[in-house]
């Protein structure tokens, strides 16, 4: 999401949501805010998967990253 405001509003996409809503499920699941430490390497490929700067390598739509969620050992 902090991307958005270097790339312009005019080039928002789901992806940018599917950051946010990264962040809410690692909360709702882990009960942490802190994104850095993660120990669980499975967790870390989930959130990397969904907060990646790189938009070519972030989930394209939610039902990517629900794929990537089934298989997220939390």
Do not use: C
Not at 44 to 71: C, Q, V, W
């Amino acid at each position: 999401m902090p991307a958005l405001k270097f790339v312009g509003v005019d080039k928002y996409s789901i992806q940018h949501e599917i950051y946010a809503f990264t962040q809410v499920i690692y909360f709702i699941m882990t009960g942490r805010k802190n994104l850095q430490n993660s120990k669980n390497e499975s967790v870390t490929i989930f959130l990397d998967y969904g907060m990646n700067p790189n938009l070519e390598k972030r989930a394209k739509s939610l039902n990517e990253l629900k794929e990537k969620f089934k298989k997220t050992d939390w």
